[in-house]
Structure formats: structure tokens, C-alpha cells
């Protein structure tokens, strides 16, 4: 079965950086992008990155450029989510998602069906 | 940047039936994918595309699209889909994909 296992919560003071891996397993690695998500206290999902394993291309949101890097391991099938320049505002639960991307007639169609269990990122 | 909105919270009646609405200038291009999330889990995927439910999502869960706005109906909502309501779309302006803001569904 497909799974996303996501590495432990981490404590982390302003300024640090904190690294999130995110292993997969259950399907072919190289065949699915990679998304990750936050959601902050009481707050709503956010968008921050997808990553294709296989090539490591990458695309972030506007609103993290410069201070988020994602990278893949094809060997561990395991792809890694790296913030810096942390703020008490990064505070929160870091998903990592598959995201398969179908196209038919024209029409595509990008959705997240497997998500990681999350991890807590307390930045204080 | 573009944006998808939703009605903060809805509540429907034990059996009865309830849409929760996502509107955005992207959903003209691309469909809207259907998230629930309940307290202290990760979100789990209900719809993606025209109107597919993934493996194990019950029937009563639809979804729908007309011009900008996407619905998402639950047909005899049960107590175990009370949960936030998140959709997602692809976009073409500012960063590819957005949430919107969750709709928490009450059943009473």
C-alpha cells in the first residue's frame, strides 16, 4: 500500500533552519510528484512546493522564495523539504503529498491522494 | 495572486444533504480536488477531477463544477463527516496550486 512516512517533530529557535523528509513507498517513486503543504495553529492548508523526484525539478510559492529548498533521493525513495530563516509565524504541521497529474483530452486534472502523517515544527 | 473562497461553516441535519461551495477564477480552467480534515489528522483526499471518488470514499460524497464554482455534496451526511472541508485547484496566475480557506461542516 501506498505510504508517505514523515521524520519527527523538531523544536527549532528563530533564525534556524529545520530539514523534513518525507519517505515513500508502496509505488514506483520517480512516476509521482511531490507536493508540501503546511497548516499553521488553527489555521487553513497552505501550498509551499512540489518537486518531481525524478529530475528534482522544483517550484515554490512566491511566498517562501529564497528560504525553501526541496530535494529527492532516488535511492531512498525519499524526498526532503528544507526551510530557513525560520520566523515563530513558520510554526506549524508540515505534510508532504503525493500529487498525480493526469491529462486527457485537453483537460488535466492535479489532485493530492496519499498525504504523510505531518510534523510538528514549533519555531519559539 | 488568485483566490478561492468558501463559507467559513456549514451545519446540516443528521441524513440530510449539504453542498459546500468554492468559487475562484481558476476553477474555469482546472477542477477542484475535495480534502476533509478532522481534528489532529492529516487531510484525506473525498474528490478529484469532473467527479471521482478515491478508493474507499463513500458514494455520498459528489462533486460538481459550473463556470467558476465548484461544489462538493454530501448526500445523508453522517456524524463521522463532520470535519473541515478544504478545495484545492490549480492556478495560472501567482503560484500553481491554492487552497481555499475550509468550510467546517457541522451535523447535528
Known amino acids: 500500500q501506498v505510504q508517505l512516512v514523515q521524520s519527527g517533530a523538531e523544536v527549532k529557535t528563530p533564525g534556524a533552519s529545520v530539514k523534513v523528509s518525507c519517505k515513500a513507498s508502496?509505488?514506483?517513486?520517480?512516476?509521482?510528484?511531490i507536493h508540501w503543504v503546511r497548516q499553521a495553529p488553527g489555521q487553513g492548508l497552505e501550498w509551499m512546493g512540489i518537486?518531481?523526484?525524478?529530475?528534482?525539478?522544483?517550484t515554490y510559492s512566491q511566498r517562501f522564495q529564497g528560504r525553501l529548498t526541496m530535494t529527492s533521493d532516488t535511492s531512498t525513495s525519499t524526498v526532503y523539504m528544507d526551510l530557513s530563516s525560520l520566523k515563530s509565524e513558520d510554526t506549524a504541521v508540515y505534510y508532504c503529498?503525493?500529487?498525480?497529474?493526469?491529462?486527457?483530452?485537453?483537460?488535466?486534472?492535479?489532485?493530492?491522494?496519499?498525504w504523510g502523517q505531518g510534523t510538528l515544527v514549533p519555531v519559539s | 495572486s488568485s483566490e478561492l473562497t468558501q463559507d467559513p461553516a456549514v451545519s446540516v441535519a443528521l441524513g440530510q444533504t449539504v453542498r459546500i461551495t468554492c468559487q475562484g477564477d481558476?476553477?474555469?480552467?482546472?477542477?477542484a480536488s475535495w480534502y476533509q480534515q478532522k481534528p489532529g489528522q492529516a487531510p484525506v483526499l473525498v474528490i478529484y477531477g469532473k467527479n471521482n471518488r478515491p478508493t474507499g470514499i463513500p458514494d455520498r460524497f459528489s462533486g460538481s463544477s459550473s463556470g467558476n464554482t465548484a461544489s462538493l455534496t454530501i448526500t445523508g451526511a453522517q456524524a463521522a463527516d463532520e470535519a473541515d472541508y478544504y478545495c484545492n485547484s490549480r492556478d495560472n496566475s501567482g503560484d500553481p496550486y491554492v487552497f481555499g480557506p475550509g468550510t467546517k461542516v457541522t451535523v447535528l
Open positions: 518537486i518531481n523526484p525524478s529530475t528534482g525539478s522544483s
Open positions: 508502496g509505488y514506483t517513486f520517480i512516476n509521482f510528484y
Open positions: 481558476s476553477l474555469t480552467t482546472y477542477y
Open positions: 503529498a503525493r500529487g498525480p497529474h493526469h491529462c486527457s483530452s485537453g483537460s488535466c486534472t492535479s489532485y493530492f491522494d496519499y
